[in-house]
């Protein structure tokens, strides 16, 4: 199982992406393990995703790409998460990419280009704001999330 930190910071950003109407009310965020069916072959369970088309979510699992993956860094998955599935999400075109490290609380966000690839990663630190991509309106103080002292 993961470790309390990993837990802690999935449910911190559940609870950001879920409270205070900050989504489009369409959308719904989900935690793992939730099976997101990509094709016949990839099947995952990311820690953290959105989901803003209703079609996509049957009783079972999630069938299809969602708008926001994010997976937060173990020792044992970071690996996966940084190298396979970074490649797998933006084969199947997962629009915005967020790799969480709650070790060296830094992040690493990937978001597809107009010729469907990731490119370099943004990065921000424990003392930033980040804001989302695929949803121009969120804005995620990353202080919060790591339940570290605000910057100055």
């Excluded at 107009?114 to 943004?122: A, Q, T, V």
Aim: a negative charge.
């Amino acid at each position: 199982a993961p470790g309390i930190r990993h837990q802690r910071v999935v449910n911190r950003i559940n609870i950001f992406l879920s409270t205070h109407k900050r989504l489009p009310e369409r959308c719904t965020v989900f935690i793992a393990p939730t099976d997101v069916v990509l094709s016949e072959h990839d099947v995952v369970q990311p820690d953290v995703l959105v989901v803003c088309d209703e079609k996509k979510i049957t009783e079972q699992n999630i069938q299809g790409v969602p708008d926001l993956v994010a997976e937060v860094l173990s020792p044992n998955t970071a690996l996966k998460d940084k190298r396979e599935k970074r490649l797998l999400y933006e084969r199947v075109g997962v629009r915005e990419y967020i790799i969480i490290d709650p070790t060296e609380q830094y992040v690493e966000r990937y978001v597809l280009d107009d010729e469907g690839s990731y490119g370099l990663p943004d990065i921000f630190g424990p003392k930033e704001i980040m804001k989302l991509k695929a949803f121009e309106e969120i804005a995620i103080p990353l202080w919060e999330v790591y339940e570290t002292e605000p910057p100055e």
